[in-house]
């Protein structure tokens, strides 16, 4: 399988697109790009989303390296680590398993995450077309919605509209695991 960086470099690339290019397109630097496309690491999902929607591919589509017939079964133990955030650039924050790869014809991004601790240091909000919703599956999750802060527990739930200013993180010294479906219209 190959990278997410490797992926989204061959999609630049199959564009004819220049790393500056690129970056004028999402709004993010030619470094940050770059660093994407080489080292594979990335401080959240929105700078994914945003090279997503700059090449005109969904989401999942960094993610995908084969084809699924109807019904895609993910089982428990064939589930696999597909994307990990470093919000500090260096420690894990949120490991991302895709309950979706393979199914090219998806219309909505669902993935088991596991939030460590560490990514409660991105408290940045952001925002996209589209809609998410979140169950919790173990530990406690801070969300920022707006102006407002919840703290989820398991067994709680979350659905909003993407676009608002939003932010969903580990709260406290412990490992949370949510389920989690996001939606980007086309």
Known sequence: MSSIGTRIQAYRERQKLSVGDLAERTGLTEDFISAVEQSDMYPSLR?????????????????????????????????????????????PGM??????????????????????PKSSLDDTLSSHEGEEFIVVHSGRVRIRYGQEESILSPGDSVYFNSVVPHN???????????????????
């Open 47 to 91: 700078p994914l989303v945003k090279l997503a929607r700059a090449l005109g591919v969904r989401l999942g589509t960094f993610l995908d390296d084969q084809v699924s017939s109807d019904p895609l079964i993910v089982r428990l133990a064939e589930r696999e680590e597909e994307l990990t955030m470093h919000p500090d650039g260096k420690e």
């Open 95 to 116: 490991v991302f398993h895709s309950l979706g790869r393979g199914k090219t014809d998806r219309h909505m991004e669902p993935f088991f995450i596991e939030m460590l």
């Open 168 to 186: 969903v993180a580990c709260a406290g010294d412990e490992k949370a695991e949510i389920y989690a479906v996001l939606y980007f219209p086309e």
